[in-house]
């Protein structure tokens, strides 16, 4: 009897676990459909103008900083010791100033491409969660880094939901 009831507890794991394994498999390219969504195209020159934004700033600081340089060289030698010390802590703020806002600005941009993207984003990943939900679809592989395809393109229902052609 428990040698029975041990064999029926085995089969329906199994039977679980291959069920499981067995879900339904999709595949999508995301970004080949986020290129395709309305307004996506506008982000890249919006991008572009808020870096040329940070470039401006970032050389208005450094002609800043030249002329102040200039106009130290220039004067240095008739400066008393303690005017040419407060004009060289000065030009070292200053550069510092500059190297700072250089290391800064990768992770502006970043924020800002992030913020732009994001509500593209997460229409797409709705739209993809709904086909999954609607289609049946156990996992859904971006094929990106998909090095192999079994499943199901699921890019045209995702699309669809996305009133995209």
Known sequence: MKKTILVVMMLLCSAGITTYAQGKYGHI????IMKKMPGVDSLQIKIQIFQQQMQDVYQ???DEYQIKKEKFDKEAGTMTTS??????????TLQNRIMEFQNSVQGDI?????RLLKPYQDALQKAIDDVAKEKGFTYIFD???LL?????????YVKAKLGLK
């Open 83 to 92: 005017v040419r010390k407060m004009k060289e802590d000065e030009l070292v």
């Open 148 to 156: 192999y395809s079994g499943g199901e393109d699921i890019a045209p």
């Open 29 to 32: 390219n995301s970004q080949e």
């Open 143 to 145: 094929t990106q880094i």
């Open 110 to 114: 970043e924020e800002e491409q992030y």
């Open 60 to 62: 208005s600081m450094v």
